[in-house]
């Protein structure tokens, strides 16, 4: 880390560092919560997830603050406002994530209610490790400063992709085959849904990362998922691109 | 790793000395410059004893510091300093210990920031990757649960332990205890935290294991068994005297409990696999050895399809580190699934790579097919791989089966795997054996087109050693 002839500078940055990784842990644990009250049906893990979501907006506040002081007094330039303005933007994506996550929890909490469906909530647990995976990638090379990991992450994003469009039709499937279930079948189409924008803010982070480090926007093709099912209306892809 | 000994005890202190000396002397002089002007006759005594004055501070001002601080700074170390010898086996010791741990010094309590790892095991650097002393608590760990612990025991000076996961696919459960270790008195400045953590991932998945295989094994058994039983009351019955009949029913009833035995089989090396998950495997394997086995253990089944079976391999040896046995059955299963798919007749084609980077390993084999990794290891530095790429060329199978393939049970829909059935469990442990071997596996397929699956593996690193005593 480069040397500041003010210490308080430094020791300023190295705190809104600090604080958006602890704001990533938060949000990391709010997401594989939420997808263990889904999958273990725990309605008291479900409300615990939706009331810590608070403090999740405390610290995006608190981030937020910090970084204009830092910006308003200091000045920083060149890696530092880099650092900076990464910070605010990553505290407003894990933010995001935390309320996607309440929601998770929130229909967690009405799907408890109803009969259980063990093969549907396995493939939602499952769709949610592999999003809490790329969560936890994108910010351990935030806090390593690691490139390449960032880049692996941002590579990755059609994975996602895939996991919403199968748990689609299956849920399409299901809704056909038994119109009972057509009221949890949604609520658990809401939640894949969330899940598949929690992975698309970890692919925004690892952008922030990446232009942190480098400087540089990401370029090159990211590997979108193949043409052929975009297509067909039923493809849920088409929501994704309104950031 | 020492602590790094702060000198900011003795800074403030001997600047704070050097002010009383000055300002002692200053006045000193004032008293006795003052006296001179009013009894002149005495001057010359006066200016004897100012100078007395200021030596006299200035010698006990000078020696007191190093007199005084020396208990303060070296408070906790002075015995071991005493004794070297057990200061370095402690520091051996620390290093060598299993579970990672670390300590944390305190800071402000309201500066997170201020939480840094003081020293760190090796075990606790390998897992947490840190790189340098010194760095912030929550650049390493960043579970909610066990920052506020550790808060806990600088501040408050309470001892827990804290549960928490690594999230993903390798999901690994930890036990984290919290120490405080006291330090700085008063203000947090100096506060010390312990914090040690234990792997205590095998304790639960055999749990899960239990449950998970009870239910999955009575379920899949049902359907056969109520099949045979079927079979057994029409025996019993009307069908007692029919001869034909009963051949009939006799050889479909073997079929179904041969079905049951390979699903059993299945079943128990899929937990056993999964129980060793995360043990590393310690053998070394000839990936493409063990391809030319598999492909001549698969001989008596091919010949009967008519399938030809293409074998491709580089010309170095593709020595991987892994168990003999399990490197065998990925193969074993690729290669059987492939076969299962493909026309009578058909081609299906086996090639092995090696000295592959990480992009080189799961790089498309099989162009304008839809290509989606099933496993993907963390990316290592430095480290090289061999893949082996199975490719058949039968219906191949549309975008949305891919996800689903390792899954349990999970069978693509309106496909039929010939007479010899499939369990629905050999990519699943495909899967978990990759995942124990750090290796990666990726399926590409399009329908018409046939599938490719390519499983990879982290090569042995003294590859040297490896050929002259192959």
């Keep these: 880390m480069n040397q500041h002839t003010v210490k308080a500078y430094g020791d300023e940055l190295n705190q809104i560092t600090a604080e958006v990784a602890r704001m990533g842990g938060l949000a990391e644990a709010q997401v594989s919560d939420a997808i263990d009250s889904v999958a273990r049906r725990d309605v008291a893990l479900a409300r615990a997830v939706v009331d810590r979501d608070l403090k999740l907006d405390a610290l995006q506040r608190d981030i937020e603050r910090k970084a204009i002081r830092l910006i308003a007094l200091r000045q920083p330039v060149a890696s530092d406002l880099r650092r900076t303005l990464g910070a605010m933007k990553m505290a407003s994506d894990l933010e995001r994530t935390g309320d996607l996550a309440k929601n998770i929890a929130k229909r967690a909490l009405i799907l408890a209610e109803a009969e259980p469906m063990q093969p549907l909530t396995r493939s939602i647990e499952r769709m949610g490790r592999l999003v809490s995976t790329r969560l936890r990638d994108v910010l351990d090379a935030y806090t390593a400063s690691e490139l390449d990991r960032a880049v692996a992450v941002w590579q990755t994003d059609d994975e996602v992709d895939e996991h919403y469009n199968a748990m689609f039709r299956e849920l399409l499937t299901y809704m056909m085959g038994d119109p009972r279930t057509i009221g949890a079948c949604t609520h658990l189409l809401f939640m894949a849904k969330n899940l598949e924008r929690i992975g698309d803010h970890a692919t925004n982070i690892a952008e922030t990362v990446h232009y942190e480090i480098t400087g540089d926007d990401m370029v090159g093709e990211r590997p979108r998922a193949l043409p052929g099912a975009e297509d067909e209306t039923s493809t849920p892809n088409l929501t994704t691109n309104s950031h | ?470």
Excluded: C
């Design chain 2, 1 to 470: 790793m020492p602590y790094e000994s702060s000198p900011s005890p003795v800074a403030p202190i001997s600047t704070s000395r050097f002010w009383t000396v000055g300002i002692s002397i200053a006045i000193a002089l004032v008293v006795m410059v003052g006296l001179a002007f009013i009894h002149p006759e005495i001057a010359n005594w006066l200016i004897g004893g100012a100078v007395v004055v200021a030596a006299s501070a200035w010698i006990l001002n000078v020696q007191s510091p190093s007199v005084a601080t020396l208990p303060e700074t070296s408070g906790a170390p002075i015995e071991r300093s005493a004794d070297p010898m057990t200061a370095e086996l402690l520091d051996r010791v620390f290093e060598a210990l299993d579970d990672p741990v670390l300590i944390i010094s305190g800071g402000e309590p309201d500066d997170i920031a201020g939480r840094r790892v003081v020293m760190a095991n090796k075990a606790a650097r390998d897992l947490l990757r840190i790189q340098s002393q010194g760095a912030l608590l929550v650049q390493v760990i960043r579970e909610p649960g066990v920052l506020e612990a550790v808060d806990e025991a600088l501040f408050g000076g309470v001892s827990r332990t804290t549960d928490y996961a690594t999230g993903g696919q390798r999901d690994r459960r930890w036990r984290a205890w919290t120490r405080p270790l006291g330090g700085g008195e008063g203000k947090g400045q100096g506060s010390l935290a312990l914090v040690i953590l234990r792997d205590e991932t095998d304790a639960r998945r055999t749990e899960m294991m239990r449950v998970d295989f009870l239910a999955n094994a009575s379920h899949e058994l049902r359907t056969p068994l109520a099949s045979l039983s079927g079979f057994i009351e029409t025996l019993k019955g009307h069908a007692r005297d029919d001869v034909a009949a009963r051949d009939r029913f006799l050889d479909i009833m073997s079929a179904q409990a041969d079905r049951m035995g390979r699903l059993v089989a299945d079943l128990l090396s899929l937990s056993r696999i999964e129980l060793n998950e995360h043990i590393p495997p310690s053998g070394r394997v000839d990936l493409d050895r063990a391809a030319s086995d598999v492909v001549d253990a698969v001989s008596v089944l091919t010949q009967e399809k008519q399938i030809n079976v293409v074998v491709d391999q580089g010309e170095a040896r593709a020595s991987i580190s892994g168990d003999r046995d399990e490197i065998l059955q990925v193969v074993q299963n690729l290669l059987d699934n492939a076969v299962k798919y493909s026309a009578k007749g058909g081609t299906v084609e086996i090639s092995v790579r090696s000295d592959l980077s990480f992009d080189e390993a799961w790089a498309s084999r099989m162009p304008g097919a839809t290509r989606l990794p099933l496993v993907t290891p963390d990316r290592a530095v430095g480290v090289l791989y061999a893949a082996v790429t199975v490719r058949d060329h039968g219906p191949g199978m549309a975008r949305e089966h891919l996800p689903r393939l390792t899954e349990r049970f999970y069978r693509v829909e309106g496909q039929k795997s010939g007479e010899r059935q499939g369990t629905g469990l050999g990519l699943a442990i495909v899967k978990h054996i990759i995942n124990r071997h750090q290796g990666g596996l990726v399926v590409e397929s399009a329908p018409g087109l046939g599938a490719a699956f390519t499983a990879w593996f982290p090569m042995v690193v003294e590859r040297r050693d490896v050929r002259t005593t192959a």
